[in-house]
């Protein structure tokens, strides 16, 4: 995988001058911008010349590796490799590819887990759809300013950013996020789809000092998972994907077996919290590969606040809504 990443970083630092691939798969695409949009993935998202790309990456990197089979969100069913090996890959190839166009943080998550072989080889899928605590290691790449790798193997939360001779180096052991935070991302253009715990949830950080949280909070959305969570895993902060009322969003945006399973991993080996908000990430058993599932990750004190707002409703009651600024009197 950092192979991989290394190499999807190189090829993405080129921009419009990336040099033609060396095989016909990969030079079906390269004649194309890397933004240029090229198809639909199984969960109905556009596919860009950039995903296709760094799925092909990805997976001829895995097939040099101990890896049975991969399972990519460019891929409608999980791809078999190396027969008996011990472990398979689930993979996010390129996150964050509405940012390409615009030259901002992207990134490339993933997962590892035991490989159970199956008899009928139609349960192939099945292999990939264990809960997330069975993970034996996760990871993402940003493609940022730096290139960096976040990686955990189930011992602590690392961070190792690519150098000039494209080796990655260890920068950051042990890695903690800071139990508490004052900064929220979550797209607020979506306010009036959220269900009500959301909505009260941020409307009480949007209240700041004066509201009944006491204190200012701050926001952030990049639209690029890998970069909230870098931010996240550096300085703190909660980050929410909910479920809400659009059509298709009701299990929110992202997908539980290669985005938030992988980065739940990450942050709870960072001492950090990942929710559906109102259950366990990892703790979720996926039904099928492509699945979608809310989001809420980040400090955990925060993390268990956004739950409490979904499983006791009272708490929404503690705010009276004679009191605060837009009541009838002023607190
Ligand atoms: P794309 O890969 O389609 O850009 O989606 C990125 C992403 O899955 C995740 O990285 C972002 O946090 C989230 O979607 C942004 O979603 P919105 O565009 O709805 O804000």
Request: hydrophobic share 40%; proline share 6%.
């Given at each position: 995988?950092?192979?991989?990443?290394?190499?999807?970083s190189?090829?993405?630092?080129?921009?419009p001058?990336?040099?033609?691939?060396?095989d016909?798969?990969?030079?079906?695409?390269?004649?194309?911008?890397?933004?240029?949009?090229?198809?639909?993935?199984?969960?109905g998202?556009?596919?860009?010349?950039?995903d296709?790309?760094?799925?092909?990456?990805?997976?001829?990197?895995?097939?040099?590796?101990?890896v049975?089979m991969?399972?990519?969100?460019?891929?409608?069913?999980?791809?078999?490799?190396?027969?008996?090996?011990?472990?398979?890959?689930?993979?996010?190839?390129?996150?964050?590819s509405?940012?390409?166009?615009?030259?901002?943080?992207?990134?490339?998550?993933?997962?590892?887990?035991?490989?159970?072989?199956?008899?009928?080889?139609?349960?192939?899928?099945?292999?990939?759809?264990?809960?997330?605590?069975?993970?034996?290691?996760?990871g993402?790449?940003?493609?940022?300013?730096?290139?960096?790798?976040?990686l955990?193997?189930?011992?602590?939360?690392?961070?190792?950013?690519?150098?000039?001779?494209?080796?990655f180096?260890?920068?950051?052991?042990?890695?903690?996020?800071?139990?508490?935070?004052?900064?929220f991302?979550?797209?607020?253009?979506?306010?009036r789809?959220?269900?009500a715990?959301?909505?009260?949830?941020?409307?009480?950080?949007?209240?700041?000092?004066e509201?009944?949280?006491g204190?200012?909070?701050?926001m952030r959305?990049?639209?690029?998972?890998?970069?909230?969570?870098?931010?996240?895993?550096?300085?703190g902060?909660?980050?929410?994907?909910?479920?809400d009322?659009?059509?298709?969003?009701?299990?929110?945006?992202?997908?539980?077996?290669?985005?938030?399973?992988?980065?739940?991993?990450?942050?709870?080996?960072?001492?950090?919290?990942?929710?559906?908000?109102t259950?366990?990430?990892?703790?979720?058993?996926?039904?099928?590969?492509?699945?979608r599932?809310?989001?809420?990750?980040?400090?955990?004190?925060?993390?268990?606040?956004?739950?409490?707002?979904?499983?006791d409703?009272h708490?929404?009651?503690?705010?009276?809504?004679l009191?605060?600024?837009?009541?009838?009197?002023?607190a």
């Open positions: 995988m950092a192979t991989a990443c290394r190499d999807i190189r090829l993405i630092a080129a921009g001058f990336a040099a033609p691939a060396a016909l798969a990969r030079a079906a695409h390269m004649d194309l911008g890397h933004g240029d949009i090229v198809g639909e993935n199984a969960g998202d556009q596919q860009k010349a950039l296709l790309r760094a799925h092909d990456i990805v997976v001829d990197a895995l097939r040099t590796a101990p049975a991969v399972g990519s969100e460019e891929a409608d069913a999980p791809i078999p490799l190396a027969s008996g090996a011990p472990v398979s890959v689930a993979v996010d190839p390129l996150d964050g509405s940012n390409i166009d615009v030259n901002m943080s992207i990134g490339t998550i993933f997962s590892v887990l035991p490989h159970r072989s199956w008899m009928p080889h139609d349960a192939s899928e099945a292999a990939l759809l264990q809960p997330g605590h069975r993970q034996l290691a996760a993402y790449a940003t493609y940022g300013p730096m290139t960096e790798l976040v955990t193997l189930g011992r602590g939360t690392h961070v190792f950013i690519l150098d000039e001779a494209g080796a180096r260890l920068t950051g052991a042990n890695v903690t996020i800071a139990p508490q935070t004052g900064e991302a979550i797209n607020a253009s979506n306010y789809h959220w269900d715990p959301v909505r009260a949830y941020i409307d009480d950080c949007l209240s700041g000092a509201g009944m949280r204190r200012d909070f701050n959305w990049i639209g690029s998972l890998v970069a909230e969570a870098s931010r996240i895993l550096t300085r902060g909660v980050f929410l994907y909910p479920g009322q659009r059509d298709g969003y009701a299990e929110g945006r992202l997908r539980l077996v290669y985005e938030a399973n992988p980065i739940a991993f990450l942050v709870e080996q960072a001492g950090g919290a990942a929710s559906t908000g259950g366990r990430i990892l703790d979720l058993v996926p039904g099928e590969l492509h699945q599932v809310p989001l809420i990750f980040g400090s955990r004190d925060e993390v268990e606040r956004v739950e409490n707002y979904t499983s409703p708490s929404l009651g503690e705010r009276s809504p009191f605060g600024r837009r009541g009838l009197f002023r």
